[in-house]
């Protein structure tokens, strides 16, 4: 049974997953779960590292109807957590304390080159001696895993032989999302994925990308379009889904029939109702 519903529709069907950066806040959690999306990215990369917050935002994904109704442990809501660092850090404690959590997987900002993308997949790997394959990217994470477990629903045993990074392990239920958003990691994409093996998704970040051609936030750029139609085609070449950030009403088809395969948008609370009341009130 497939825990990672994120993994799960990226296997399935025609391939797509459709997740959101949401706010590490109860009621984000409890609104976003009941979405009928696959999984969730909780944005903590410009939030503050928060990491109770993150731990009661992760259990308020539970909705017990839900589970009753799916008849299976896996978590109907599939959360992943973008963390802070910047690839270039060559972090990994704070991939550690999410996966520690029961996250399914970590978005790494800013992934420029092969060495930062192999520090990402090692960070969200247990060691292992070289002669037990598959090796390399060469493992990292600590070993702590109980709080892990129980929020799977597992043994810490059968946790231990699924908190593996898929595509890499099959059966793993790790997925590692690298963000792809300086010129550098453009330029790179092709290295970076012949290179690193257990790179699950790569997620465009136009914002960022933007910012460094010097056309903030321009979507409509041609040379920001050229480089995430570059990145685009060589996720495809590799078979490793690429993402985009801001699916919105205007753009969704153009992306999904561009062969974006994970879509993220940013839900905004809706407050279109007071402005039409006070529309009605001021007479317009
Ligand atoms: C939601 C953010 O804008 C996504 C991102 O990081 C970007 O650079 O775009």
Redesign the pocket.
């Known amino acids: 049974m497939r825990l990672n519903g994120i993994i799960r529709a990226l296997e399935s069907g025609p391939g797509i997953a459709f997740t959101s ?1 949401v706010q590490t806040e109860i009621e984000n959690a409890v609104n976003f779960a009941q979405s009928g999306n696959d999984g969730l990215v909780f ?1 903590m ?2 939030n503050p590292w928060d990491i109770n917050a993150l731990r009661v935002a992760m259990q308020f994904l539970l909705l017990r109807e839900q589970i009753i109704k799916a008849g299976s442990i896996a978590n109907p809501m599939t959360p992943m957590v ?1 963390i802070p660092p910047s690839g270039s850090e060559m972090n990994q404690w704070f991939a550690k304390q999410a996966l520690d959590l029961g996250a399914y997987g970590i978005v790494w ?1 800013r992934i420029s080159n092969s060495a930062e993308a192999y520090n990402a997949v090692a960070a969200c790997r247990y060691p292992r001696l070289p002669e037990r394959a598959p090796y390399e990217p060469a493992g990292l994470r600590g070993d702590a895993p109980m709080a892990a477990a129980r929020y799977w629903g597992l043994s810490q045993q059968e946790y231990y032989k699924r908190a593996d990074v898929w595509p890499l392990v099959p059966e793993g239920e790790i997925l590692v999302a690298l ?1 792809i ?1 300086d010129v550098d990691g453009v330029n790179n994409i092709e290295t970076i994925l012949k290179e690193v093996p257990g790179i699950g998704v790569l ?9 460094q051609l010097g056309c903030p ?1 321009d979507y409509d750029n041609p040379e920001l379009l050229r480089m995430m139609a570059h990145v685009l085609e060589v996720g495809k070449a590799y078979n490793v889904a690429v993402g985009h ?2 699916m919105t009403k205007q753009n969704a088809r153009q992306i999904v029939d561009q062969g974006y395969r994970f879509l ?1 948008s ?1 839900p905004r609370r809706d407050f279109s109702a007071l402005e039409t009341g006070r529309n009605v009130v001021q007479g317009a």
């Open positions: 950066f944005e990369e410009h973008r900002p963000m958003e997620l465009l970040g136009e914002g960022d990308l933007s910012q936030r950030p801001h993220m940013y």
